[in-house]
Structures are given as structure tokens and as C-alpha cells.
């Protein structure tokens, strides 16, 4: 969580270097270097089973791509990273209900009503500072975060069975075909004003968000349970204002501080809402349809 806080400040950093879609992509090169070092160090195989290729496609699309992707064009379209941090404050419930779908569990209603009061008061954030409307910045925004909350959850999903440092080289190893001649492309054809301020920030999103910061994070969620390893997220937002302030200068109101308390509250009602149901089904596996609902006050109904 605090590898990721500092993610927004450091991409806005490495853009005033260099292009949009160089510091997204590109990070992803940097990250995978590491990977590949960490793999053959360790002496384990480059590449995934086989098996299992479909799900770390699927973990690459999302958090190795989706997330800078998005999230870097909804900063340079003018998003400021105080605005940014507080949208993507739902990331918690978003994952809470991506392993809903994925592991088959049946929360209570009032986990749901949670979530939506989450996304009502993001909503009434933005078009408040929009001027009654949604930004394109904005919905870039929510691209991000469900690119993020899937990543989440189907990376958290392969760390049952392989360790998470080697669930996320995978991904990043996976994504090479694309994010390596992509990144080359955009290097040669792009724009570069390195500066001691915008390689910080590029080192920093691409060793440290997109590679170390994943190793502790996907082994925690296969540990503690995704939906309710992922509350450890609540105080991202807040963290990243805090960056945004002191690395940024970045002048927010009232507003925006009491907007990220709402969602923290909202966030926090959907962990203690959450019904922990079965184990989730193998990689690969359908979702059940149905889960038995279980509580722990009622062992009789257990049994």
C-alpha cells in the first residue's frame, strides 16, 4: 500500500520527461528487467505453466497495461493527483466485488449498498468538480480502477499456488511482446527531456510500483483473502493526498479530504458487510453459481 500510494505522484514526475504512454508502457520494461533477474537468480523457469497462461494474459492486460495506461492519461488530461487518489479511493470495494464474482462468494446486502454509496458519493465528487459534468479524465479514472481491481484479483488468485514475487514476473514477463518493441517505438519517435526529478519518478513506477510493490501485495491477498486482505488500501488515498501536498504542492479543499473519508467509511462498511464463503475454485475454473451462507454465530447452520 505504500509502494502504491506514492504511484500518481511519481507518474506525474516521469511525465514532465517524457510522453504519456512512454512512462506507462516503459515502466512495464523496467519491471520486467527485474523480473527476469529475480527468475534467473532463483533458477526457476521464465516463463508460466502453460495452464495458467490464460490468467496471467489476463493479469498483464490489466495491471501491467490497463492501470498505467489509464491512469497516466487521466493525469495528463488534467486530472491532479489529489482528484485522482480520491476516484480511485473505491479500488477496496471494486476488488471486494471482482472476488465476489471470481470465488463465488455471497455477501449481504448491505455490502452492496456500501459499494453503492461509495460510487454515489465518487460520483457527486466529481461532477462537483467538474461543474456538473463527468471529465474524460474521469472516466479514464474508473477505466483504471477496474483494470486495477480484476489485476487484483486474478494475480491474487495464482499466489495460492505460486509465490507472489514470481506471480507478478510472470505477468510482466508475458507482456514483453508488446510493452518491449512498444516502448523501443515510442523511445525513438517521442520527445525525451530527462531530468533528475522525471527519472526518480519513472525508476519509482517501474521498479517500485510495478515490480516490488506487487510482491508483498499479491502474497498478502492469497494470505488474508482478497476482499479482505485489500481493506489494507483504505488509507491509499489519504496517503497519496499527503504525497501530493508535500511533493507537489498540489492546493486541495475541504472538499476533497472530506470526499476521501467518505469513500474510506464506505469501503470500510463493505469489509465488515462480506460473507466469507468456499475456497475459491482452481485458476481457470468457473465461479460456483451458489455459495451456502455460512455465519460464525450460528454453528448449527455450520453443521
Do not use: K, N
Amino acid at each position: 500500500m505504500l509502494a502504491f500510494s506514492m504511484t500518481f505522484p511519481g507518474t506525474v514526475f516521469a511525465m514532465r520527461g517524457f510522453d504519456p504512454y512512454l512512462v506507462a508502457i516503459g515502466r512495464a520494461v523496467l519491471a520486467a528487467l527485474c523480473a527476469v533477474a529475480c527468475l534467473l537468480v532463483a533458477r526457476v523457469p521464465l516463463l508460466p505453466p502453460r495452464r495458467h497462461l490464460r490468467a496471467y494474459v489476463l493479469t498483464s492486460a490489466t495491471v501491467v497495461f490497463g492501470f498505467p495506461v489509464f491512469s497516466g492519461l487521466a493525469l495528463h488530461g488534467g486530472a491532479s493527483t489529489a482528484h485522482s487518489a480520491v476516484v480511485i479511493g473505491l479500488l477496496p470495494a471494486a476488488t471486494a466485488a471482482f472476488a465476489v464474482l471470481r470465488a463465488g462468494e455471497r455477501p449481504r446486502p448491505m455490502f452492496w449498498v456500501a459499494c453503492g454509496l461509495g460510487a454515489v458519493s465518487i460520483t457527486v465528487f466529481t461532477l462537483s468538480q467538474g461543474g456538473g459534468r463527468v471529465s474524460a479524465a474521469d472516466l479514464l479514472l474508473v477505466l483504471a480502477l477496474l483494470s486495477a481491481a480484476f489485476g487484483y484479483t486474478e494475480g491474487a488468485r495464482l499466489a495460492r499456488e505460486t509465490p507472489g514475487w514470481r506471480v507478478i514476473s510472470y505477468a510482466l514477463v508475458v507482456a514483453t511482446p508488446v510493452s518491449v518493441p512498444v516502448t523501443i517505438l515510442l523511445a525513438v519517435t517521442t520527445e525525451l527531456r530527462p531530468s533528475v526529478a522525471a527519472l526518480a519518478g519513472f525508476a519509482w513506477v517501474g521498479v517500485i510500483s510495478m515490480f516490488l510493490g506487487f510482491v508483498p501485495w499479491y502474497a498478502g491477498l492469497a494470505m488474508g483473502g482478497i476482499a479482505r486482505a485489500g481493506q489494507t488500501q483504505l488509507a491509499q488515498p489519504l496517503l497519496t493526498l499527503l504525497w501530493a501536498w508535500l511533493l507537489l504542492a498540489e492546493d486541495f479543499g475541504p472538499a476533497t479530504i472530506l470526499a476521501a473519508l467518505v469513500v474510506l467509511v464506505c469501503v470500510a462498511a463493505t469489509q465488515r458487510a462480506r460473507i466469507t464463503a468456499t475456497e475459491a475454485p482452481p485458476i481457470g475454473a468457473p465461479a460456483p453459481a451458489s455459495v451456502p451462507v455460512v455465519t460464525r454465530t450460528s454453528p448449527d447452520t455450520a453443521r
